[in-house]
């Protein structure tokens, strides 16, 4: 099993994206839905460096999957995550995480199609909890603001003209 914390895993300033954090989507997930199921998860990053997580799937009271990883190769980390359904209005049932992080001293108990662990993070949760965004909305937001003071320095200048 791979590590993490050891190379590139700092926290940067700006939030965290959805697309550098790790992310266990349902989706890839379902089909291994069933007592006693267990494997990896791994995920490889541009340049090579694989991340892999263990997980094991329990059926008690209600079916949870139990994350397990090494965290910055120093801490064992044992996350279990219940799962649930609900149902679809075709009458299939649709599988669900439920988001294990407590936030303020509130657990956030969410329903989550995808769980994520941003750079620098120790647990998987959902996009909420981690406070995540898409990279795509950031570099629409720094261009917003550059445009923005474009706008106010021509108005400066004076030959900024609102139609
Ligand atoms: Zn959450």
Same mark, same amino acid.
């Given at each position: 099993?791979?590590?993490?914390?050891? $190379? &590139?895993?700092?926290? @940067?300033?700006?939030?965290? *994206?959805?697309? /550098? %954090?790790? +992310?266990?989507?349902?989706?890839?997930?379902?089909?291994?839905?069933?007592?006693?199921?267990?494997?990896?998860?791994?995920?490889?990053?541009?340049? $090579? &460096?694989?991340?892999? @997580?263990?997980?094991?799937? *329990?059926?008690? /009271? %209600?079916? +949870?999957?139990?994350?397990?990883?090494?965290?910055?190769?120093?801490?064992?980390?044992?996350?279990?995550?219940?799962?649930?359904?609900?149902?679809?209005?075709?009458?299939?049932?649709?599988?669900?995480?439920?988001?294990?992080?407590?936030?303020?001293?509130?657990?956030?108990?969410?329903?989550?199609?995808?769980?994520?662990?941003?750079?620098?993070?120790?647990?998987?949760?959902?996009?909420?909890?981690?406070?995540?965004?898409?990279?795509?909305?950031?570099?629409?937001?720094?261009?917003?603001?550059?445009?923005?003071?474009?706008?106010?320095?021509?108005?400066?200048?004076?030959?900024?003209?609102?139609?």
């Amino acid at each position: 099993m791979g590590g993490f914390g050891s $190379g &590139n895993w700092y926290r @940067i300033e700006k939030k965290s *994206t959805v697309e /550098e %954090s790790l +992310t266990l989507a349902m989706r890839n997930f379902r089909d291994r839905i069933h007592p006693r199921s267990s494997g990896t998860f791994t995920w490889t990053r541009t340049g $090579g &460096n694989k991340s892999s @997580i263990g997980y094991l799937v *329990t059926w008690g /009271e %209600s079916p +949870t999957i139990t994350l397990h990883y090494r965290w910055r190769d120093s801490e064992d980390v044992q996350i279990p995550v219940h799962l649930q359904t609900t149902l679809t209005q075709f009458g299939g049932q649709r599988w669900w995480f439920t988001c294990p992080l407590i936030v303020g001293g509130v657990a956030c108990n969410r329903r989550a199609g995808k769980l994520h662990l941003p750079p620098g993070a120790r647990y998987f949760g959902c996009r909420k909890c981690h406070d995540l965004t898409y990279r795509s909305s950031q570099e629409a937001h720094q261009e917003e603001r550059l445009f923005e003071s474009i706008g106010r320095m021509a108005e400066r200048l004076g030959t900024f003209k609102s139609q």
